[in-house]
């Protein structure tokens, strides 16, 4: 008899894309019988010996592990050579792709070590095949035959006993892999991690889960510890693949943020017991948000989600949160709103903030963080488009504003007063028409005021003190007539300020204060009449201060000093009318004339500052109850009230009705501090102002 190898050949589509696979093998089961004899030629269920030798290459250069023997097939009494790949360890790597575990992978054998192991058994062995030189006859094979097919019949007939038994015709043993019970905790945890490691590479953080002390290895240890919960967590639904990410994202996060000594919310040691408004839990984690008072008597809960689970809103403002914000709160992709000012956030806005598309409010104000500000992942071509809040003052942020913010059109709160941003102001903020308020005082913003700031209708408080911007007040700016704060003190504006001022009829604080301004103080300021602070001061403005003043009743504040005002002091500035200004400062000017003789007639007068112009006359009496600066109604009874004359060309004799009030002999009285020129001068004489009451004597 003829001794036979079995070749049982199975290729499947299931092998590894990192594999040496060869598609042109790509086909069903096929056995192929060989038997051999005594002359240097053989019958194989081929068509010829050169797709013999092809089929013995793809044996040899396949990634799959094989066996030999030179006895029967396997099916008939285990022996055989058979193409195999082992399941029983098969997994998933953190990388993404299958590979077979340790146990089950060899070293690549060279084609030339394999035909010498497996078709050259030795003599000693038990698997001698016979005495042809097996390795010989395949080197003779024609190399050059690849179309040759494989046929599918059965061993060649041939004078020699067939074997006693068919070889069998599909593999004994499946060689897909196969899925491990979701019920072991086994699969639970390597799906989990596996889920994990989809989260980091869209975030960013694969490098942190090799570090066993970062927040991303701490949270891993504590999700998958839930596998062995009761009841545990579930990685095989798809449907909670979303929700299991999220749990994942926030327990980074309260890693990173120092969770164990949070105001609320803290769960130190991470207790599965915790009862609601805790972190860390083996509660659902829409329970974990505590409920919390505010100040004004109302209440917010720190974490809320919608129906289906997802983290819809966190709140954390004021929680003693020190750390970064970790860029797994890019998994939070259902979240519309992210508070967290007043705390100690540090570092940079995570990129994979542009990955929660339903974000509407970004609020970190108050912590210290740094970095660029404006980062394209989320304000750029393809970044967040529902964006209504974005909130960072305070903090040490850099960069630009970059074009592309004009895309936030949905934007009506852009804050991000006192950092270190630098640049122009785009002209692509005329997009943001819904625009509320656009705070960006105390940066390094320079260039001009662009004229697309008009296209803002709904703007309502723009702050831009203490930056660099130059130029004029475009005419355009003006047409905000919903405007109610404007504040532009101490930049180098110049030019005037226009007439159309007056037809920002709901304004409430203008502040152009600290600029190079000039001109004069246009009349039609007066129809402000919901006014309540007028900042001029510092400036260049000429002519007189505007009698139409004295119909803005609600002005609390007014103050045009150290400009170059010249004419009277308008009476109508101390009009019982005037029933709320307390502060009123004209000093540092060219005023001429005498002190209204109505001055004391101002009915909540705190603090008036007259010095330094060329004021001339005497001090006018204060007839009974007037000029009580704060009375027995006052909201500052304990604050100190000034009078401020010194340096003007006033004489006379302070009347005693001052006095009285000056040493609260009069209830209600508290003139803390009053200047005059009430000194001798160096050359002799009496001094200008007799005054037995001043704190303080000018020459």
Not at 70 to 76: H, L, Q, V
Request: glycine residues 8%; hydrophobic residues 35%; contains cysteine.
């Amino acid at each position: 008899s003829v001794p036979s190898i079995y070749l049982d050949i199975t290729i499947t589509d299931n092998i590894s894309s990192s594999s040496n696979y060869n598609p042109s093998f790509d086909c069903s089961t096929k056995s192929i019988p060989y038997k051999s004899t005594s002359q240097k030629s053989a019958s194989m269920g081929v068509k010829s010996t050169g797709a013999a030798l092809l089929v013995a290459k793809a044996i040899l250069s396949s990634p799959i592990e094989y066996s030999a023997s030179a006895n029967k097939p396997k099916a008939i009494d285990g022996g055989g050579l058979r193409r195999k790949r082992s399941t029983a360890n098969f997994r998933s790597d953190k990388q993404g792709q299958h590979a077979l575990s340790e146990s089950s992978s060899r070293r690549r054998l060279s084609i030339d070590e394999d035909l010498q192991r497996f078709f050259l058994p030795t003599k000693e062995g038990n698997g001698i095949i016979d005495e042809i030189d097996m390795r010989e006859l395949l080197i003779q094979m024609n190399l050059d035959l690849p179309s040759m097919s494989i046929m599918t019949q059965g061993p060649t007939k041939i004078s020699t006993p067939a074997p006693t038994k068919p070889p069998s015709p599909v593999p004994t043993e499946s060689l897909a892999p196969t899925l491990t019970s979701c019920d072991n905790p086994g699969t639970c945890e390597n799906r989990l991690r596996d889920q994990i490691y989809e989260v980091s590479v869209r975030v960013g953080t694969v490098d942190a889960l090799n570090d066993p002390n970062s927040p991303q290895s701490r949270a891993t240890a504590w999700i998958v510890e839930e596998c062995g919960a009761d009841p545990p967590i579930d990685p095989c639904d798809v449907s909670l693949l979303n929700l299991n990410e999220q749990r994942y994202a926030l327990a980074v996060m309260y890693f990173s943020l120092n969770g164990d000594n949070w105001n609320q919310g803290a769960n130190p040691g991470q207790d599965a017991s915790a009862p609601a408004g805790q972190w860390m839990s083996g509660l659902n984690y829409c329970e974990w948000g505590a409920n919390v008072a505010g100040e004004d008597g109302s209440s917010y809960n720190q974490l809320v989600c919608d129906e289906s689970g997802n983290v819809l809103n966190l709140n954390l403002q004021s929680n003693n949160m020190v750390g970064p914000i970790a860029p797994e709160i890019g998994a939070l992709k259902y979240m519309t709103s992210y508070i967290s000012f007043f705390n100690a956030q540090s570092g940079p806005i995570p990129t994979s903030l542009g990955l929660i598309t339903p974000l509407q409010t970004f609020d970190v104000e108050s912590n210290n963080m740094e970095g660029e500000l404006f980062k394209p992942e989320y304000c750029g071509p393809n970044g967040l488009k529902e964006l209504v809040n974005f909130r960072a003052s305070l903090n040490n942020f850099v960069g630009s504003i970059p074009t592309d913010i004009g895309q936030w059109t949905k934007l009506q709160n852009l804050w991000f007063a006192d950092n270190e941003v630098t640049g122009t102001l785009p002209s692509e903020l005329g997009n943001c028409v819904e625009m509320g308020a656009f705070l960006f005082y105390s940066n390094k913003i320079d260039g001009t005021l662009p004229t697309e700031l008009g296209n803002m209708n709904s703007l309502t408080w723009i702050d831009m003190e203490d930056n660099d911007v130059v130029g004029t007040i475009p005419e355009e700016f003006y047409s905000n007539l919903e405007l109610e704060q404007v504040i532009f003190k101490n930049n180098t504006l110049t030019g005037t300020l226009s007439e159309k001022v007056g037809d920002l009829t709901s304004l409430t604080t203008l502040w152009v204060s600290f600029n190079e301004l000039t001109g004069s103080i246009p009349s039609t300021i007066g129809n402000c009449v919901n006014m309540e602070e007028l900042e001029l001061q510092n400036n260049g403005f000429t002519g007189t201060i505007p009698t139409e003043l004295g119909n803005i009743q609600t002005i609390e504040f007014i103050s045009v000093e150290q400009n170059e005002l010249s004419g009277t002091i308008p009476t109508q500035l101390f009009d019982p009318t005037l029933g709320a200004l307390r502060i009123l400062y004209i000093n540092n000017n060219q005023l001429t004339g005498q002190i209204p003789e109505n001055y004391g007639q101002a009915p909540r007068l705190k603090d008036l500052w007259m010095n330094d112009n060329l004021l001339s006359g005497t001090l006018p009496i204060i007839a009974e109850g007037e000029f009580l600066f704060l009375d027995a109604l006052s909201l500052c009874a304990s604050c100190v009230e000034e009078l401020l004359i010194n340096n003007n060309d006033i004489t006379g004799v302070v009347d005693e009705s001052l006095c009285l009030i000056r040493n609260n002999t009069v209830p209600g009285g508290q003139l803390g501090v009053f200047h005059a020129d009430c000194q001798p001068p160096a050359s002799g004489g009496p001094p200008q102002i007799q005054c037995s009451c001043c704190t303080a004597c000018f020459e």
